[in-house]
């Protein structure tokens, strides 16, 4: 009887450790969505704080509770490197939103303290520069343009001043993404949606308008191409779009790096984004590819982040 009491100790001992198991990649090499316990796991350096899973920088900001995973307090390390700040000192955690004294009370932090989704009453008390116009809430500069109204909650006028300085440049224009526009030049963005005649962020024209460019002949990714770093098209030289011929396996049949986003492809070396889904076998903005396509390397044996990457400045 006391054997077989042992025989079943075992048995269960074994499968509690089975079901408990993580499974380990090498430190950094951990792909977005993939299990990990620090931030030193993931190859975006970010273990989401609420889900243990390896996510984008900006994006584990407003979906998982910042990064940090496994320590007492979550961290925005993996944004800050991304917008080129310094990580925050040692031994100070970025505040959590706890609801205090609703929108308009501001988060009673140090300026440029507040962390994402905490209240605000200005873009001055948020790490990001930015506080959401509709919400009173920080928000991450990009995000913020589509999803809450623009930064500059307590001003009369929204503003897209923390996206501008993510992008390292004063884009040329004043209109406002989501204003009418005739021209690229018209916009803040640098974008007016080639299909809509309505500004538009770089990256969302390139997945819903048909690209930049209104009133040209073609459109265009030079707003996307200046946000990743890219010299812009020649002159004259359009960039193609998605006619679907062929199918995604057939590949888009352009020169290397000229595929559109939408377009279809065989290798990342076909898009101008240098990401083909890995799902799709469609150029994908190298951001969104990691979180809808299952990453880019369509063709290739497993998905990669390099394109990423490069976004981010890392090898």
Known sequence: MLAKFSVLLALLTVN?????????????????????????????????FNTGKCAGAIVALERDGGCG????????????????????????????????????????????TQFITGPCANDGECASGCCGFNTGKCAGAIVALERDGGCGFGDAQPNDNAARKLRGRQAPGTQFITGPCQSDADCASGCCGFNTGKCAGAIVALERDGGCGFGDAQPNDNAARVLRGQAPAAPGTPPPANNGAGGAAAGSGKLPGTQFITGPCANDGECASGCCGFNTGKCAGAIVALERDGGCGFGDAQPNDNAARKLRGQA
């Not at 509690?16 to 993939?34: H, L």
């Not at 944004?79 to 501001?106: D, F, I, M, Q, V």
């Open 16 to 48: 509690f450790a089975a079901a408990t198991y993580v499974p380990r990649q090498a430190p950094g090499t951990q792909f977005i969505t993939g299990p990990c316990q620090s931030d030193a796991d993931c190859a975006s350096g970010c273990c989401g």
């Open 69 to 112: 995973f496994g320590d007492a307090q979550p961290n925005d390390n993996a944004a800050r490197k991304l917008r080129g700040e310094a990580p925050a000192a040692p031994g100070t955690p970025p505040p959590a939103n706890n609801g205090a004294g609703g929108a308009a009370a501001g988060s009673g932090k140090p300026p440029g």
